[in-house]
């Protein structure tokens, strides 16, 4: 499995057809760190026993700094039992049938150490240039598949003034 950049219109782009695109829980969630003026925050991503396709990350910053945002793979942590302001909750309209996620996200996580750890992904928030007056907002566009029963860790770090950060990914948990 790899990632599959979206077009301009989000539809994704293949070279053969997935059989089992749709198949799983969808679920979304959120977090917002306020008043950040310096330093890192993070967001701990711990999956389950089942695959997890990333299909939609946001990241959004507003105020007087820049953000960069970092995606690691097996860092050592001391775990955050912390939730997210919005825990990954599940697409299903109908109140009652949506299964709770096998993945927990957790945020403020310590001990962090990123020796062992893989960067997967990199992106900066350029607030301090002006952005969209004062703000900066950025999609990754792809998706990413996180293997089962595995730590990931956001880190947003600050520089340059105070913003406010916020982080949004839709996902899906499946057997494939």
Do not use: C
């Not at 695109?21 to 890192?40: A, K, L, R």
Request: glycine letters at 12%.
């Amino acid at each position: 499995m790899g990632l599959y950049p979206f077009s301009i219109g989000q539809v994704r782009q293949t070279p053969y057809i997935l059989q089992f695109i749709g198949e799983g829980q969808v679920y979304t969630t959120f977090h917002e760190f306020t008043g950040v003026s310096s330093g890192s925050r993070y967001i701990q991503i711990t999956t389950g026993a089942r695959i997890v396709h990333v299909f939609n990350s946001i990241y959004k910053s507003a105020g007087g700094g820049d953000v960069q945002v970092s995606y690691y793979e097996g860092a050592t942590i001391t775990p955050s039992v912390t939730p997210v302001s919005l825990p990954p909750r599940g697409f299903e309209r109908r109140i009652g049938n949506s299964a709770p996620a096998l993945t927990t996200i957790t945020h403020t996580p310590t001990g962090i150490s990123l020796g062992s750890a893989t960067l997967i992904y990199r992106t900066k928030l350029y607030n301090s240039g002006g952005g969209q007056g004062g703000s900066e907002f950025n999609s990754d566009n792809l998706e990413r598949i996180l293997a089962p029963n595995t730590t990931y860790l956001l880190e947003f770090t600050v520089s340059g003034g105070t913003v406010d950060i916020s982080w949004n990914m839709d996902f899906y948990e499946s057997e494939n």
